[in-house]
C-alpha cells in the first residue's frame, strides 16, 4: 500500500476536526428559556381568565360591561375615556403571544420524521400527558393565527368595545372565529397551567401519582367552567347584536348619562362624572 501522501493527509486531517468546535457544553440558555416561556404563558393564561370574567359581565347587565370596559380606559381616573389605553395593554399581550410562540416553538417536532416518530410514540404509550401535551401543541398553533386576528381588531379599534359595540362585531360576522377561539384558548391555557404545575412541582404530595390525579381533575373543572361561561357569554352578545342589526355603530351609553338623562344615576356613581358621557 502506498503511503498518503503529505497534502492527503493534511486534508484528512482537517476533515476529521469538521465539527469538533460545535461539541455539546454546559448551557444555562435552555433553562432560562424555559423559565420565560413558563412564565410567559403563565401570565397570559391568568390574564385569559381574567378577560373571561369581563367580557362576561354583560350576563349581568350591560351598565356593568361599559363600565368595565371605560375603568379600562382610565375614566373613572381621568373624567373622559382613553381608549388608546387599551391599545397598550393589547399591544403587551400581543408581544407576550408572539414571544410565547417562538418560545414554544423550540419543542415542536421540526420535520416529518420527528412528526411521525411523536405520534407513532403517543399512541404506543397511550398517556394521558403526553395526549394532552399534543393538544396544548394543536391549539397552539391555531391560536397564533386566531389570537392575532383578534388583537390586531383590538389594537386598532380600542374605542370599539363596549355592550352595542361588541355585540355588534360578535352578530355581524366575528362569531364564528370568537367560537372556535374560545375552544382552543381554553382548551390551551388549562392545559399549560396543568403542565406548569407538574413542571415546577407545584402542590406536589408524598404520592405524585395521586397529586397528578387531582390536578387533572381540577384542570378539567376549569376548563369545562370556563367554557361554558364562555358560551353563554357569546350566546349574550349575540342575542344583543341581533335586537341591535338594525343600527348602524351602535353605542351604549348608560341611561343617567345619556343626553338628556333618561334615568337617576347609581347611588355610589360619583356626582362629578354625572355630566353627559356621549352626544348623538
Known sequence: MSPISAPAARQQTLVAGVGLTERPHKSRWPARLDLAQSVSGGILALFMWGHMFFVSSILIS????????????????????????????????????????????????????????????????????????????????????????????????PGAIGPFESAARVWHGWWPLYLVLLLAVELHGGIGLYRLAVKWGWMDSADPARSRRRLRTAKWALTVFFLVLGLFTLGAYLRIGHAQQHLVDPVYTPAWLANPPTAEPPAWWPSWLERPFRTH
Open 62 to 157: 350591560p351598565d356593568l360591561m361599559w363600565m368595565v370596559t371605560k375603568a379600562f380606559e382610565g375614566y373613572f381616573i381621568f373624567g373622559t375615556p382613553y381608549p388608546l389605553i387599551v391599545s397598550g395593554v393589547v399591544a403587551v399581550v400581543l408581544a407576550l403571544v408572539v414571544g410565547h410562540a417562538l418560545l414554544a416553538m423550540r419543542k415542536f417536532p421540526g420535520n416529518w420524521r420527528q412528526l411521525h416518530l411523536f405520534v407513532s410514540h403517543r399512541k404506543l404509550l397511550a398517556h394521558e400527558d403526553t395526549t394532552l401535551w399534543w393538544v396544548q401543541a394543536v391549539t397552539g398553533f391555531a391560536l397564533f393565527f386566531l389570537a392575532s386576528v383578534h388583537l390586531y381588531q383590538m389594537l386598532m379599534h
